[in-house]
Protein backbone atom coordinates (compact mmCIF):
# COMPACT_ATOMS: atom_id res chain seq x y z
CA UNK A 1 0.00 0.00 0.00
CA UNK A 2 1.37 3.36 -1.25
CA UNK A 3 0.88 6.49 1.04
CA UNK A 4 1.25 10.10 0.51
CA UNK A 5 -0.45 13.25 2.84
CA UNK A 6 0.52 16.41 2.49
CA UNK A 7 -0.74 19.17 4.41
CA UNK A 8 0.23 22.96 5.85
CA UNK A 9 -0.80 24.80 2.79
CA UNK A 10 -2.99 27.66 3.00
CA UNK A 11 -3.08 31.17 2.15
CA UNK A 12 -0.31 33.97 2.98
CA UNK A 13 1.24 37.50 1.93
CA UNK A 14 4.12 38.43 -0.16
CA UNK A 15 6.96 37.98 2.08
CA UNK A 16 5.29 35.40 4.07
CA UNK A 17 6.67 31.40 5.18
CA UNK A 18 5.19 28.33 5.56
CA UNK A 19 6.02 24.97 6.46
CA UNK A 20 4.89 21.93 4.48
CA UNK A 21 4.92 18.45 5.93
CA UNK A 22 4.42 15.38 4.09
CA UNK A 23 3.73 11.53 5.55
CA UNK A 24 4.99 8.34 3.26
CA UNK A 25 4.54 5.11 3.56
CA UNK A 26 7.80 3.18 4.06
CA UNK A 27 7.86 1.50 0.62
CA UNK A 28 8.05 5.09 -1.04
CA UNK A 29 9.98 7.10 1.69
CA UNK A 30 12.55 3.76 1.40
CA UNK A 31 13.79 5.09 -1.79
CA UNK A 32 17.08 6.78 -2.86
CA UNK A 33 15.56 10.13 -2.49
CA UNK A 34 12.05 12.41 -1.44
CA UNK A 35 10.86 15.34 -3.26
CA UNK A 36 8.49 17.97 -3.39
CA UNK A 37 7.04 19.43 -6.22
CA UNK A 38 4.18 21.78 -7.23
CA UNK A 39 1.87 22.31 -10.29
CA UNK A 40 1.00 25.74 -10.85
CA UNK A 41 -2.63 26.86 -12.98
CA UNK A 42 -2.22 25.61 -16.21
CA UNK A 43 1.48 24.79 -16.35
CA UNK A 44 3.03 21.38 -15.76
CA UNK A 45 4.29 19.96 -12.50
CA UNK A 46 7.98 20.85 -11.52
CA UNK A 47 10.27 19.82 -9.03
CA UNK A 48 10.82 22.28 -6.35
CA UNK A 49 13.34 20.53 -3.90
CA UNK A 50 14.74 16.89 -3.10
CA UNK A 51 17.06 14.80 -0.50
CA UNK A 52 18.25 11.72 -0.42
CA UNK A 53 18.32 9.35 2.41
CA UNK A 54 21.70 10.91 3.11
CA UNK A 55 19.91 14.11 3.69
CA UNK A 56 22.04 15.59 0.07
CA UNK A 57 19.75 18.18 -1.23
CA UNK A 58 18.91 20.05 -4.30
CA UNK A 59 16.94 23.07 -5.22
CA UNK A 60 14.97 24.45 -8.35
CA UNK A 61 17.09 28.10 -9.28
CA UNK A 62 13.69 29.77 -8.49
CA UNK A 63 13.84 28.67 -4.81
CA UNK A 64 16.86 28.46 -3.84
CA UNK A 65 18.00 30.23 -0.82
CA UNK A 66 14.22 30.73 -0.08
CA UNK A 67 13.01 27.07 0.64
CA UNK A 68 14.52 24.22 2.85
CA UNK A 69 13.56 20.60 2.44
CA UNK A 70 14.29 18.25 5.43
CA UNK A 71 13.08 15.19 6.59
CA UNK A 72 12.91 13.03 9.27
CA UNK A 73 13.22 9.19 8.76
CA UNK A 74 12.45 7.77 11.57
CA UNK A 75 8.65 9.55 10.87
CA UNK A 76 8.78 8.86 7.32
CA UNK A 77 8.47 12.40 7.24
CA UNK A 78 9.58 15.05 4.92
CA UNK A 79 9.32 18.81 5.23
CA UNK A 80 9.39 22.23 3.21
CA UNK A 81 9.71 25.45 4.83
CA UNK A 82 9.18 28.77 2.55
CA UNK A 83 9.99 31.80 3.11
CA UNK A 84 10.22 35.07 0.93
CA UNK A 85 7.10 33.81 -0.37
CA UNK A 86 6.10 35.81 -3.74
CA UNK A 87 2.51 34.84 -5.83
CA UNK A 88 4.78 32.79 -8.32
CA UNK A 89 5.22 30.53 -5.72
CA UNK A 90 1.37 29.83 -5.85
CA UNK A 91 0.17 26.45 -6.61
CA UNK A 92 -0.39 22.51 -5.17
CA UNK A 93 2.80 20.97 -3.31
CA UNK A 94 3.12 17.23 -3.65
CA UNK A 95 5.89 14.99 -2.67
CA UNK A 96 6.47 12.20 -4.32
CA UNK A 97 10.13 10.19 -4.40
CA UNK A 98 12.78 11.03 -6.61
CA UNK A 99 12.59 10.01 -9.52
CA UNK A 100 9.10 8.57 -8.91
CA UNK A 101 8.69 5.16 -8.83
CA UNK A 102 5.03 4.67 -8.14
CA UNK A 103 2.14 5.78 -10.02
CA UNK A 104 0.74 7.31 -7.37
CA UNK A 105 0.01 10.84 -5.93
CA UNK A 106 -1.41 12.73 -2.95
CA UNK A 107 -4.16 15.11 -2.96
CA UNK A 108 -1.32 17.97 -2.52
CA UNK A 109 -1.77 21.15 -0.37
CA UNK A 110 -2.67 24.73 -1.88
CA UNK A 111 -0.29 26.93 -1.59
CA UNK A 112 -1.68 30.77 -2.41
CA UNK A 113 0.25 34.05 -1.97
CA UNK A 114 -1.52 36.85 -2.26
CA UNK A 115 -2.19 40.26 -0.67
Known amino acids: QVRLVESGGGLVQPGGSLRLSCGASRNIFSGDAMAWYRQAPEKERELVASITTEGSTNYADSVKGRFTISRDNAKATVYLQMSSLTPEDTAVYYC?????????WGQGTQVTVSS
Open 96 to 104: NSHPIEYNY
